[in-house]
Each structure stands twice: as C-alpha cells, then as structure tokens.
C-alpha cells in the first residue's frame, strides 16, 4: 500500500503560479502511474495530469494544458504539479492518486492523499 501526502496549495490571484508536491511511501514500480484529480465544490473529481513513474511519459487534460506541468523525482519518491496562468476555475481540492492504469474514474484509482486546496481569486 502506498501512502500519498499532498503539500503546496494555497490562495494565488488569476495569471499566478503554484507548485504541488505528493511525496509517497511504500514501493513505486516502473510501471505504476502516478496522477492529479481535483474536485471543485458541487462537481465529480476529475483527471488533471498523470505520469507513468519508470519511464515519464504524461498525459493531460485538455482544460490545463499548456499551462500545467507534472513532473517527478524518483530518488525522492516525490511527484510535482507545476500550475502556471491558474484562472478561477481551476480553483479546487487538488489529489495525488497512485495507480497501475490511466482511469477517468476516480472510483479505480486505489491510493489517495488527503487533498491540499488551490484557491483562485479573479
């Protein structure tokens, strides 16, 4: 089982930058994803970005690309959520998942963190 803990969240006015981090516990295989979903209120979790943790390869939703980056570091066992140009809608609870496979669902997705918040002022 691996443990997730989110950090970095905050207030930021709209055309601001925050970086997320998701430091893990436990063994990361190769082949493991590792991804960010957020939940707005009154809205379903959805995918924001995933990385594949062995060989890097990422994937993104349409509505952050461009302006997000998910990145990690392998000897930390830590993932990263670069969000630049944030707009208000991207205010929400942000999560860190570990999983084997891309899922839209978040209900397949076996590992969470806590949720750190990403507050977007206009």
């Known amino acids: 089982q691996v443990q997730l803990v989110e950090s970095g969240g905050g207030l930021v006015t709209a055309g601001g930058s925050l970086r997320l981090s998701c430091a893990a516990s436990g063994r990361l295989y190769s082949s493991a994803i590792m991804a960010w979903f957020r939940q707005a209120p009154g809205k379903e979790r959805e995918f924001v970005a995933g990385i594949r943790w062995g060989y890097g390869t990422t994937n993104y939703a349409d509505s952050v690309k461009g302006r997000f980056t998910i990145s990690r570091d392998k000897a930390e066992n830590t993932m990263y959520l670069e969000m630049n140009n944030l707009k208000p809608e991207d205010t929400a609870l942000y999560y860190c998942?570990?999983?084997?496979?891309?899922?839209?669902?978040?209900?397949?997705?076996?590992?969470w963190g806590q949720g750190t918040q990403v507050t977007v002022s206009s």
């Open positions: 998942t570990a999983g084997s496979s891309y899922y839209a669902s978040p209900t397949f997705w076996p590992n």
